[in-house]
């Protein structure tokens, strides 16, 4: 039995795709499947934690001893007090889920790339952030014995901006959190009631921030509406956390002609997101850039057909279940837009390829795989 120690800060506090990552991959790990195969101790974050740690026998979790707090304390910790915990330990490999490594250890490490959004968008980071994500991203992935990289799209980054050989990398696709499954008509009504839902709207998830092309989309949808070429009561609902430079995009969208039909909601969780999804009329995520783009796929399990972008990790997410456009102009997304809204048939083929290419992405299948890594590189 492999014994695997794991940083599970994001597991336990993040509630964005790295946080989804971790906690997907260890309920997935300690499904009885794996019942023989390993254990897992989860290095855990001091203070209050927005999740808890799974209820199994195989797992235990030590709390991380930080003499500073914030920041600072959790990098003094990763990269000097980790690596003695580690050598000291009887793990038989270490695994950083979300990008980083501690400094050097006598223990095997495994770490996880998302993306290296940074380098291709670094206005949208403060200097010395994207400066630090540089360093230690690169440091990181050198000092791994192996990288799992979530996408194609960040492989080639990975090969190409920091010269990572293409094999010390493996593509594992990531998998849905267990909440992302259809809910019963009594359940989506009390969602619908509780968020005010309208009967016809169109969805984004995530985060408010550039990258994510929230203006471009709600200029679209505003065109179509000035136009009259979509229902007049539709709505473009917005849901998800404020980010970097959400203020530019929120003046945007107040200058709209009908921005009274474009709602942010603030960030809804689990069940709730899940109806949430399962009761909107389209997806739209023409993001510029994502490591691999989550939202997607669980608008598909959840059977909402999804517009997303022709660019890095989205077609991999998408598969030919997706309408593509281009994410840079307004024009294509409202084409998208408008055909998603008014095109039942359009609408329910997307739906049906969107099932079936959802189940390729199983918990079980990330897990297996994973686990296939572990067993190459433990001692």
Known sequence: MIHVAMDAKRFFRNTSGLGRYSRTLVNALLAPDFDDQLRLTLFKPPGECAFAPPRSARV????????????????????????????????????????????????????TMLDLIFLRYPQYFRTWDRNYYRYIFRKSAQRADHIISISQATKRDLVDRFDIPEEKITVIYPAFDDVFIPLKPARLAKIRQTYHLPEIYLLYVGTIEPRKNILRTAQAFDRLLADGRIPPESVFLIVGSKGWFYKEILRGIAALRHQERIRLTGPIYEMDLAGVYQLATAMAYPSEFEGFGYPVLEAMRLGTPVLTGKVSSLPEAGGKAAILVDPTSVEEIANGIERLLTDADLRRRCIDRGYRHADRFSPRSMAAQTLSVYRRFSR
């Open 60 to 111: 235990a979790t030590i709390t991380a001893q930080q003499r500073l707090g914030g920041d600072l304390g959790n990098a003094l910790w990763r990269f000097h007090r980790l690596p003695k915990l580690l050598d000291q330990g009887d793990y038989g490999l270490f695994h950083g889920p979300s990008h980083v490594l501690p400094n050097c250890t006598t223990c095997p490490m495994v770490v």
